[in-house]
């Protein structure tokens, strides 16, 4: 049984910074991509980010950012920990939603969420102006 925990959310003002950690168990040599995404009140699921989580792949630890993110967001992993990370700086009011961690198994675009099979339950990131 897969189990994925988020942490790190919060309260932050606009020009912060947070950092999201999601802890995973279980099968997690399957994974193939680990990543983030986000969903605002009445707006749909967006990609974030996400990591080539797989060791044995030739592209093993590449990321992949959302534009809207790119060059304030940062993912990192932990394979020994089993823990992937987003560091969130220059948060900005429109960067409030709910963010979740999710992992996928199959080979593929990373950016699409009908591809991960698992999810964690969110964790509330709030940016005041």
């Known amino acids: 049984q897969v189990q994925l925990v988020e942490s790190g959310g919060g309260l932050v003002q606009a020009g912060g910074s947070l950092r999201l950690s999601c802890a995973a168990s279980g099968r997690t040599a399957s994974f193939y991509v680990m990543g983030w995404f986000r969903q605002a009140p009445g707006k749909e699921r967006e990609f974030v980010a996400g990591?080539?989580?797989?060791?044995?792949?030739?592209?093993?630890?590449?990321?992949n950012y959302a534009a809207t993110v790119k060059g304030r967001f940062t993912l990192s992993r932990d394979n020994a920990k089993n823990t992937v990370s987003l560091q969130m700086n220059s948060l900005k009011p429109e960067d409030t939603a709910v963010y979740y961690c999710a992992a996928k198994e199959i080979v593929g675009a990373i950016n699409l969420s009908g591809s991960y099979n698992y999810w964690g339950q969110g964790t509330q990131v709030t940016v005041s102006s």
């Open positions: 990591i080539v989580w797989n060791n044995s792949v030739w592209n093993s630890g590449n990321t």
